[in-house]
């Protein structure tokens, strides 16, 4: 089966700027959760979407936000760039999310870059 | 608060060595522990997922235990070699079902 999709792999942008990052769950997978990954932080949650609705939230600013189409695709937005940003962002897809049977399935991540 | 953490941070042995990687959790109320490897600069992959109620999972030369009492997981690597490098990450997942992440054992198998 095909795994988990997240595109850009690669992403440049400068401070101010905003960025959408895209992942493609498993098919019938329905939860996508996404991390942020610094060297000084190491992996921190962001948030989980299950049935287009946001189910869980991590502790970052509302100027990261998501959404979760009815395929079950998520988008990852964020707004007003800072030079902080710049992580590898995962997404994880999981049959219902809770992780008790099937646990997670992460992508390849997007690297952001904020210059 | 759920914190999780790994010791050693970075590990190296000869090729052939078994080894142990350690993972401790502050809170016994999980719902599972999961292992993953991560190369540099890639995402994470699943390496073996134990659920509150288990002791242990295998999958090829890697097992993984789970004592909750104590607020610790082992992953055990037999027989290592020089492609077992990389970076071993476990995550608690806690009430709210959000995984809670150690920092990480950074292993090199030297040939």
């Known amino acids: 089966k095909a795994g988990v999709t997240q595109t850009p792999r690669y992403l440049i942008k400068t401070r101010g700027q905003q960025v959408t990052l895209s992942c493609s769950p498993i098919?019938?997978?329905?939860?996508v959760s996404w991390y942020q990954q610094t060297p000084g932080q190491g992996l921190q949650f962001l948030f989980e979407?299950?049935?287009?609705?946001q189910r869980n939230k991590g502790n970052f600013p509302g100027r990261f936000s998501g959404r979760q189409f009815s395929n079950s695709r998520s988008e990852m937005n964020v707004s007003t760039l800072e030079l902080g940003d710049s992580a590898l962002y995962l997404c994880?897809?999981?049959?219902w999310g809770t992780g008790l049977s099937d646990g997670y399935t992460f992508g390849s991540g997007t690297r952001l870059t904020v210059v | 608060k759920q914190e999780v953490t790994q010791i050693p941070a970075a590990l190296s042995v000869p090729e052939g060595e078994n080894l142990v990687l350690n993972c401790s959790f502050t809170d016994s109320a999980i719902y599972n522990l999961q292992w993953f490897r991560q190369d540099p600069g890639k995402g994470l992959t699943s390496l073996l997922l134990i659920q509150s109620s288990q002791r242990e999972q295998t999958s090829g030369r890697l097992n993984a235990s789970l004592d909750k009492s104590s607020g610790r997981s082992t992953l055990y690597i037999a027989a290592s070699q020089p492609g077992d490098s990389a970076t071993y990450l476990c995550a608690a997942q806690d009430s709210n079902y959000q995984l809670i992440w150690g920092a990480g054992t950074k292993l090199i198998i030297k040939p």
């Open positions: 098919s019938g997978h329905r939860s």
């Open positions: 979407y299950f049935s287009e609705t």
């Open positions: 994880a897809s999981s049959l």
